[in-house]
């Protein structure tokens, strides 16, 4: 089974700052099966990347995906008051796995 | 727009069954794959099947092989998980999941469904 570890668990910025997250997977994952989704309490998650870097419909260009291999990134550019929530990076690569997740809250 | 409703969950004691669906409206539901997605409370996601577009394949989370079964109708465009002999660590908010394209990526989901294991 792919591990996925993701870092930091808890990223305290403040709006219009940079969001940096990463999600490492114990092993190679191919870009095309590696997605991030966002979720809100009470909510279910919504996925924001696909294909590593591709955005999903609908999703703000502030939003973008990187990496290869085992270590992928989500980058948030200009955090807006409603990306404060819950990240998950997702593998579907070999079975099907999430991360722990990184919460974003406002600092 | 895409729509999935899940329903069926609910309160049931350990080693009992319970049957959730998940109605798809707004795509042809035939063309995809379609996943069942739990989350303890206050924990994260976890996967736990998958069933082709077709009914054909299923896989299913080592947690649950054995216990829990995936199935569809795609004449009533419904999603199925039949759960059997239920522990208490299967207390979650279950959530239905359409797969993007093959069974990988999770591109639209339910609002969720409560299930609780408990005597």
């Known amino acids: 089974e792919i591990v996925l570890t993701q870092s930091p668990g808890t990223l305290s910025l403040s709006p219009g700052e940079r969001a940096t997250l990463s999600c490492r997977a114990s092993?190679?994952?191919?870009?095309?099966?590696l997605a991030w989704y966002q979720q809100k309490p009470g909510q279910p998650p919504r996925l924001l990347i696909y294909g590593a870097s591709s955005r999903a419909t609908g999703i703000p260009d502030r939003f973008s995906g990187s990496g290869s291999g085992t270590d992928f990134t989500l980058t948030i550019s200009r955090l807006e008051p409603e990306d404060f929530a819950m990240y998950y990076c997702?593998?579907?690569?070999?079975?099907?796995?999430f991360g722990p997740g990184t919460k974003v809250d406002i600092k | 727009q895409v729509q999935l409703v899940e329903s069926g969950g609910g309160v049931v004691q350990p080693g009992t069954s319970l049957r959730l669906s998940c109605a798809a409206s707004?795509?042809?539901?035939?063309?995809?794959?379609m996943h069942w997605v739990r989350q303890a409370p206050g924990k994260g996601l976890e996967w736990v099947a998958v069933i082709s577009y077709d009914g054909s394949n299923e896989y299913y989370a080592y947690s649950v092989k054995g216990r829990f079964t995936i199935s569809r109708d795609n004449s009533k465009n419904t999603l199925y998980l039949q759960m059997n002999s239920l522990r208490a660590e299967d207390t979650a908010v279950f959530y239905c999941?359409?797969?993007?394209?093959?069974?990988?990526?999770?591109?639209?989901w339910g609002q969720g469904i409560p299930v609780t294991v408990s005597s």
């Open positions: 997702q593998q579907s690569g070999s079975s099907f796995t």
């Open positions: 092993q190679s994952v191919s870009s095309g099966y």
């Open positions: 999941a359409r797969a993007r394209s093959g069974y990988s990526i999770f591109d639209y």
């Open positions: 707004g795509f042809t539901f035939s063309n995809y794959a």
